[in-house]
């Protein structure tokens, strides 16, 4: 087992009426807000309007919207400006992954004298401050409203690069599961893939000392695969809603991690999909990991344990092979995701310059080390 240290900041408010302790919340941080939103969906079921009103005249709010999904760095420096220019001193994030990782970005880039891709790509300078960032989640997927990451993405070098650091970290995230009710049946499904994908990177691993966390991750991912179902059948199931929306927090917060150094595996390769070609994240990830699993099985006949392990106790089949089969059954089936890049729209892709690309400063060094030709692999089992 390696030593590791477990130490999140970020007080998690959950439930119905959790936003009646937004006020009081960020009244300790000073009087002016910027509410940071994505394309409209805050405007159009209201929640913007309800936000405003329970802010009241305690604080001067001000607004960024139009945040992409797979945020741009455009976004973030804009942000970051009007921050500066107005005083800003608390940042509300309402959305989903894309609208937090990018109020991460500004929050960080509003307290520095240089441009905040710096934190990503090039120099990567480290995060040292940041304005106080809360944040009120609007779909269950990245859990980034308990974590210190943000993945940002740079249109004009085509880079999607994630960067971390701990003032970063949301000082409250509220989650209320009603507030997802609203969110379409596709990226409700690339949520669920999301989550089910989190676990995954860290249950496939070489050390298998930490049973504790094994049989904590198959729980979350059982009750991931359960309520994935529940919800497309009954989106206003606030019970299946809430154990999506809280499994997504907990699915990459760190406790799963154990102190592992092991980096992910899929999800270098999909950020370069959605780099390249904007796919949604957890669409992009479902086309991936039933590929990547037999990549690692014929490439490493001894991981078919694992996934026959995780085979027994996620889905309740007996081997390897029904294990890929029933993720793959949850995938294209049960959530609907199409299961190669051609059924997304993505007609030709140039698997080895994006391996190239992927590999360029490292192997991807995860359950299996991938090298270049081992991603090339992979992504043209994609196509
Ligand atoms: O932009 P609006 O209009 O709000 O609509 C969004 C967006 O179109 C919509 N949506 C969200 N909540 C809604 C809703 N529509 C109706 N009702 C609601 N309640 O959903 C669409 C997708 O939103 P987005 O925020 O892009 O989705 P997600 O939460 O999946 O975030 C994806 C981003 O997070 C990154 C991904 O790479 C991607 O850029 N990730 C961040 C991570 C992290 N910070 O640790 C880890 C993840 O692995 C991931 O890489
Ligand atoms: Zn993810």
């Not at 997504?248 to 980096?263: C, T």
């Not at 990830?285 to 995780?310: G, H, Q, S, V």
């Not at 793959?328 to 310059?353: M, P, R």
Request: charged fraction near 25%; hydrophobic fraction near 40%; proline fraction near 4%.
């Amino acid at each position: 087992m390696n030593d590791f240290v477990f130490h999140i900041p970020t007080k998690m408010y959950f439930g119905k009426d959790c936003l009646g302790k937004l006020n009081a919340e960020l009244k300790s941080f000073g009087r002016k807000v910027l509410i940071v939103y994505g394309g409209g969906s805050v405007i159009r079921t209201g929640l913007l309007d309800r936000i405003k009103d329970l802010l009241g005249d305690d604080f001067e709010v001000f607004e960024h919207g139009g945040i992409e999904p797979n945020p741009k760095i455009g976004s973030i420096r804009r942000g970051a400006d009007k921050c500066k220019e107005e005083g800003i001193e608390i940042i509300l994030a309402v959305g989903g992954g894309s609208v937090i990782d990018a109020s991460k970005a500004i929050a960080a880039g509003a307290c520095v004298d240089f441009d905040p891709w710096e934190f990503y790509g090039g120099p990567r300078r480290a995060i040292e401050k940041a304005l106080p960032l809360f944040t009120i989640v609007t779909m269950a997927s990245t859990g980034s409203e308990m974590t210190c990451g943000a993945v940002i993405s740079n249109d004009e070098t085509c880079e999607k690069l994630g960067r971390g650091g701990f003032p970063v970290f949301p000082k409250a995230s509220f989650l209320d599961p009603e507030l997802t009710y609203s969110v379409p049946r596709f990226q409700t499904a690339c949520g669920a893939a999301d989550i089910l994908s989190h676990v995954m990177e860290s249950y496939f691993k070489k050390d298998l000392d930490f049973c504790l966390l094994d049989r904590m991750m198959e729980g979350v991912m059982k009750a991931v695969v359960a309520n994935a179902e529940k919800v497309l059948a009954e989106p206003d199931n606030y019970e299946a809603r809430g154990n999506l929306l809280w499994a997504a927090s907990w699915a990459i917060n760190g406790l799963f991690g154990g102190g592992s150094r092991q980096v992910w595996s899929c999800h270098p390769i999909e950020h370069e999909l959605s780099a390249r070609y904007d796919m949604t994240h957890g669409l992009g990830l479902a086309i991936i990991i039933p590929k990547w699993m037999r990549y690692c099985m014929d490439a490493e006949p001894e991981t078919r344990a694992r996934f026959r392990e995780f085979g027994e106790n996620v889905f309740g089949v007996t081997d390897e092979c029904a294990a890929v089969d029933s993720v793959e059954k949850f995938l294209y089936e049960t959530l609907g995701l199409a299961s190669s890049l051609k059924a997304a729209g993505i007609e030709e892709i140039d698997a080895a310059d994006m391996a190239e690309a992927i590999c360029r400063k490292n192997n991807i060094n995860g359950y299996l080390t991938l090298d270049k030709l081992a991603v090339q692999k992979i992504l043209e089992a994609c196509r």
